[in-house]
């Protein structure tokens, strides 16, 4: 009986051995030569050029392409949408395997995206949303919260201004989220501040020359109201406090200036003394872009809305704090 047993036993262990023996040789491993890796293709609509936020952003993502070994084709669009939905539509037709997109403005992108979806290729938005009439057109939106940079931002001006200021608003692009969302969290803050007004505001477009041309228009016809300036982005603050400094106005002492972005140059400002205030928003998304094109395609789960910490930096930390900035 008892040899019955251990012959079972030996048997099993037999089998258990001839199963993992078996196991070995699916892997093809010892096949005809390892399999050939195909070289992931991504298609990259970028919104153009229109500053140093936004070249900071290009080189991550193209830098963390190169690292990756991916091949990324890149499509500047000079801030046209209409550029963009050709790169797209050239993505599509060269069957990429994934498609980075930052909108320039938040609509119209069903048509193109639909056939993207159609194509089954995976569109990962960057720093911008969009609005859709189908959430599935897109499979993430990777980006800060600019309703919460804009609150951020008029949460400090008024307690540096005790509540109390003549607010001029540099507005970023037309229709572009950030510019949209960075105006609202702004206003929904003012509203708790019966002193603080914004007397005027305009589109400068996100760039540093326009900034500058607003700002000069606002000066000529408001010089002796203008207690605030709240830019959407740097580089706008940058034009405007050059404005104000050939106005000998004195920005960032008699003129209390507040933007978002984070980028070098606003650092520089606030160590001279020119600019107050800004609030960071994180353009080095190249590290997160690839991760979550690797999730989406081994089919993992990824959150709808990849949201970046974002923080506000003063005059009083910029000159520690600038050493360290990498964009
Ligand atoms: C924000 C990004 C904005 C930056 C600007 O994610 O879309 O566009 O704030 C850039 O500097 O032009």
Known sequence: MRWMIVAAMVALVGCKQQAAENKAPTTGAEGAGAPVVKKLTVGFSQVGAESAWRTAETN??????????????????????????????????????????????????????TRAKEANIPVILVDRGIKTSDESLYTTLIASDFVEEGRMAAEWLAKKTNGKANVYELQGTTGAAPAIDRKKGFEEVLAKYPDMKIIKSQSADFTRAKGKEVMEAFIKSDREQIQAVYAHNDDMALGAIQALDEAGMNPGK??????????????????????????????????????????????????????????LFEQTTAAQVIGSREY
């Not at 991550?60 to 550029?83: C, H, N």
Request: include cysteine; aromatic fraction near 6%.
């Open 60 to 113: 991550s993502i193209r830098g963390e392409a190169e690292k990756r070994g991916v091949e990324l084709k890149f499509a500047d669009a000079q801030g046209k949408q209409a550029q963009q939905i050709q790169a797209l539509t050239s993505f599509i037709a060269q069957k990429v395997d994934a498609i980075v997109l930052a909108p320039v403005v938040e609509t119209g992108w069903d048509v193109v995206l």
């Open 254 to 311: 008699d003129v209390t200036v507040i933007s978002v972005d984070g980028v070098k140059g606003a650092f520089e400002a606030m160590v001279a003394g020119k600019l107050n205030a800004t609030v960071e928003c994180n353009p080095l998304l190249g590290p997160l872009v690839f991760d979550t094109i690797t999730k989406v395609r081994a089919g993992e789960k990824v959150e709808k809305f990849i949201k970046s910490h974002d923080q």
